[in-house]
C-alpha cells in the first residue's frame, strides 16, 4: 500500500503543486514573523545589555506611573550622590539626564521622524567605568553651547565640528555649537537611537530640571556582586528612593519592549493564519479532486482486497508527505523573508543595528506543526470519502459528484450560521471578557456555514452571474456557465477561499469607512474652529504652551484654545486626562453642560462626559482619587458633566490648564494641538488669517498649520496608513485564494481533456476554449467577491453597532471601494485563467479525442 | 438487410468531396518506426457513402483523422474539395472543421453540459452563425428525436446520443462527414437505425460520407467500401453487400 501511495504521489504531483503553494505561503508567512519578531528583539536586547553593560546598580525614584508607553518616574535630587559615593565598594557614580528632544536639520525641520526611535538628549558622564560614549573627532562637551552629536545624527544633518546645531524642546529652539562626534561603543547611535550629549548642567536646563537626575548609575569594584552592593547602596538612600541591580533594570527595558514586539507577533500571526486557514480550502479541494479523479483507481485496489482503512491511509499519508515537505520549505522561505524584511526595517531606520538572525527552534517546529496539522485536517474528509468508495465503482462509469446531499447542507450551514451570528452578537455587545475571542469564533462559524452551504448556492449564483456572459459569450460563454456550475462543491471551495480573504477586506473597507466618516462629522459638527495647529511630537516634544498665547494675541483671532495630555491614576487605575483653557475651549469645540459647568473648571475640579457619569452613576459634586505622577491633589471634584460630538483621546477626563500647570513638570507642560478660532469667519477672513498665523506656527519646529478641512484630512489619512497595512497583510490570504481558482482550472481543464477535444474537433476556436475558461473562472470569482462582500458588510455593520459608544456613530458603505474590490475580482478571475486556459487550448485534439 | 435501392453513382465528372495524393504518414523512428499511412491515394467521391475497412492497425483511424484536418501528413497531400489543407494554418483548419466538415466519433460525442439541441447547433452556435431552423427540424425529425432535445447526454441512451451526434454532424451541412465506428458501442438495432439516417442523408441530400467500419453489416449500407492494410489501400469493392464484404475479409484473412 505504502507503494501505491508513493507511486500516487509521484503521478499527482503536478496536482499537488497548489496544495505545496498554499501550505509553503501561509507557513512561510508564520516563520518568517516568528522569526522576524524575534531576531528583533533579541537585537534590542542586545542594545540595552550593551547600553546598560557598565551599571551595576541603579538609584531611582519610587514614584512611578504606567503609561502606554511603559511606566514613568519621577526624577531624584542629586543630594542622592554624597551618600551613594560613600557606600564601599561603589567605584563610581554618577546621575544620568535623559530626555527627549528634537535635533532640526539645516532647513530647520526635525532630523528625527516620530514613527522612528525616539532622539535622546543625554548629559555626559565623566566617569570612565559607567560612560560608553567615545569621541570620535573632536572633544566632550563643556558649557552651556556646547553639544555633541553621534555620528550618524552628524551625518545625517551633514555637521561638522564648529557647525551650529539647533534643538528644539518644548520651551523653544536652543542653539549649540557641535565640539565633538561620538560613538556608542561599536554603534553609530545610542543603541539604535540617535542621540545628543551636553554636560550635565546643560543637559539639566534643557531636558529636565536643575539639580535632578533620571536616575544614579552606580559601577562596583571588582570582585562585588551586582545584588550585595545593591542591598549596600539600598540601606544608604533617602525613603522615596530605591536600588535595583544593573542586571534587573536591563531587563525591565527589554521586557517593556518585548511586549510591543509581543504585540506585532500575535498581530502577524492572525494574518499568517487567516492565509492558512484560506490555504487549508486549497489542500481540500486538491484532495478531493484527486480522490474524484482516482476513484475508478481506487475501487479497484478495493476491489483486489485493499480495505478501508488502507485506502484512507494512503490519502492521508500523501497529505502527510505534502505537508511536512511544503512547512519544511515553508521554514525555509520564512527565514530567507524575514532577512530581507529586516534588511529592508533597517534600511528605513525602524529597526535595531545589525540585527542577527535568530531561528527559534519553537519557530520552527511550531510553524511545520501547524502546516503539517492544516494538510492533514483538510486531507481527512477527502480521504474519507475515497475510503468509502465502493469497489463496484470500478465498474461503473466515471464518477459524477453527488448531489443528494443539499437537504444536510442546508441544515448544516444554517446551524453554522446562526452559531456564529450568536457568537458574534454576544462577542460585540454581550460585555463578555473574552468578546474578541467571540468574535474571531462567529466569524469562523459564519465562514464555514457558507462554505457548507456553498455548493447549495452556488449553482443558482453561477447561473445568474453567468446569464450575461451567456448572452453575449455566445457558445463559449454557455458553456463557461454550465461549467461552473457542474461541480457545485468544486465551485463553492474554490470561490469560498476567495470569500475569506475579500470577506475581511470587505468587513475593514466598510468598518474603516465608517469610522471616517464618524469623525469627518464629528469634526465637522463639534469643531467650530476655523485652523488648528497640530504636532506628531508628544510629552515633551510637542508643542510650547506659549504658543496659545501668541496666537491668541493675533488681531486677527478671536479665541485660541490648547489641548494638552498628561497621564494620573484615576480611583486606582492609570488614564489619559486632557487639559485644557475650559471657557476657551468652549468657544472653539462644541461641548453642552449636561450638569455643572464646563467653562467653569477650577484647580480642584474634574470633567467628565455624559456617558461615563451614567455607566458609573456618578455626579456632580462627587469626587475621584486621583495621583498625579509629579505631585498635586489628591482628589478632584465632578465639577462638570459635559456632553459633546468631539472625539477625545481617551475615557474624556477634562483638567484646566492652570491645574495641568500644578502637577506637570515644565518640561511636559506643552500642548498636542490648538483650535483657533477667528474674529472675521468670511471665507476671505479665513484666506487671510492664514498669513500671520503661519507666521507665528512656521517659527515653532513640528508644528503644522492646518485649516480644519486639512486636520480632518489629516485624522482620517491616519486611518487610511494603518488600512493599506491591513491589506498588504490580507494580499496574502488572496494570492493564495487566486492560487486555488488557478489550481481547479487546471484540474478541470485536465478532468475535460475529451469534452475539450472534441468541442476542438467540431471547430471551437483555441480563443474560444480559452474565453470559455476565462468567462468559468470570472464565474467562480465573483461568486466568492460577493458572498465575501455580503458577509463583510454585515459584518461591518455589526461592529459599527457595537462601537456607538466609541463615537462611530454612522455606518458609512464604501460603494466605490467595493466596486473596485468586485472589478478587481474579475480580473484576478480573469488573470488565474491565463494559464489554464493557454493549457486547455493548446490540447493536442487528437490525443484528447483518442484517449481513454 | 442491404442496401438495394442505391442510386446509380455520380458522373465521372463531379470532383471529390475529398482525395489523398501520395499520403504519409509516420510514427516514432528507427526500430519503432510504424508507416501509419502509406502513399495512400484515394477519393472519396461527393454525394456518396463510403465505407473504410481493414484489420486493427492498419491506418484506419490515420487516415480519417488526416483527411478531417485533425492530424497533419508527414508528406503527401490532401485535399478537402480544391482546399489543399497543408496550406493552411491552425485558425483555418478549425474554421474549416467548424463549417465544412462533420464529425461522428464511436463515443464521447458529445459536450455533456449542453442539451442535445444545444449540441446539433454547437458548430453554428461556435461560429456565431443562425442555424437553419427548417433544416435542423428536418435533420431532428429524419433521426427521430423530437422529445428528446431539452435532455442532457447523460439522460439519453447510447443509441439516441449518436443519433444526436449524427444531427450535428448533418446540420451545418458539411460538404463531408467523417464517422470513426460510429456504430462500434451500439447493438445492432440501434447500429442499424443510424447507418439508416447516414443511408438516408445520402440519398435524400446527397451528403458525402466516410465511414470506418469493422462490421461488414454496417459496411454493406455503403455505395462502396475501400480496404486498408498496413497503411495501404489494398483494393474495394462497389455497391457493396454484406456477404461480398465478409468474403473478402475471410479470404484476405482479418
Ligand atoms: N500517436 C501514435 N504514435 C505512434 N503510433 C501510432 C500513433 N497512433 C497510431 N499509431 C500507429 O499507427 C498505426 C495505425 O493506427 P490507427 O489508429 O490508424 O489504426 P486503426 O486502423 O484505426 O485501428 P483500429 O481498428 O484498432 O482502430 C498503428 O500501428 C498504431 O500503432
Ligand atoms: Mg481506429
Redesign the interface.
Known sequence: MLKVTLRGLLAHKVRLIATAVAVVLGVAFMAGTQVLTSSISASFDKVFSDVYASIDVVVRSTNEIETPFGSQRTRISDSVLPAVEAVPGVDAAEGQVVGQIRVLGRDNKPLVRTQGPPNFALNWLTEPALNGWTIVEGAPPAGPDQIVLDVKTSKDGDFAIGDTVSVAVSTGVNTYRLVGIARFGRLDTWGGAPAALFDTTTAQALVGEPGTYNWVSIAGDDGISQTELTDRVAAAIPADTEAITGKDFTAESQDAFQKIIGIFNTFLLVFALIALFVGSFIIYNTFSIIVAQRTRELALLRALGASRRQVLGSVMLEAFTVGVIASAVGVGLGVLLAIGLNALMQSIGFSGPDTPIVVPASAVISSVLVGTLITLASAVLPARRAATIAPMAAMRDVATESRGLSRRRIIGGAVLLVGGAASLWFGLFGNSDSGLQLVGLGAFLVFMGFTVIGPVIAPPMARALGAPLARFGGVSGRIARENAMRNPRRTATTASALMIGVGLVGFIAVTAQSLKVSTVEAINTSVTAQYVVNTDGFGSTALPISLVGQITALPEVSTAAGISATFANIEGDARVIIATQPAAFEKVVAITDVEGSFAGLDTNGIAIPKTMAKDKKLAVGDSLAVNFLHGGPSSLVIESIYDTKFPIQGPGYFISDELFAQVTPPDQQTVQSIYIDLTDTSAAGVAEARVPLDAVTSAVPGAELQSLKEFTKAQTDQANQFLVIVYVLLALALVIAIVGVINTLLLSVYERTRELGLLRAVGMSRRQVRSSIRTESVIISLIGTLIGLGIGLVFGWALVKALYDQGITSFAVPWVQLIVIVALAALAGIGAALYPAWRASRLDVLQAISSE | MTATQNPPPPPATSTAAARTVDACKVYGAGDTLVNALDHVTVEFERGRFTAIMGPSGSGK?TLM?CVAG??TLTSGQIFIGDTDLSSLN??QL??L???TIG?V?QS???????TAA?NIT??M????TAPDAAWIDTIVSTVNLGDRLKHRP?ELSGGQQQRVAVA?ALASRPSIVFADEPTGNLDSRSGGEILQFMRTAVDRFQQSIVMVTHDPVAASYADRVVFLADGRIVDEILQPTAEAVLERQLRFGN
Request: charged share 35%; no cysteine; aromatic share 10%.
Open positions: 483511424s483523422h485533425l492530424d491552425e485558425r478549425t474554421r472543421r467548424r463549417d464529425f466519433f464521447f460525442n458529445l459536450v455533456p453540459t449542453l444545444e454547437l458548430p452556435d461556435l461560429a456565431g447523460s450535428r
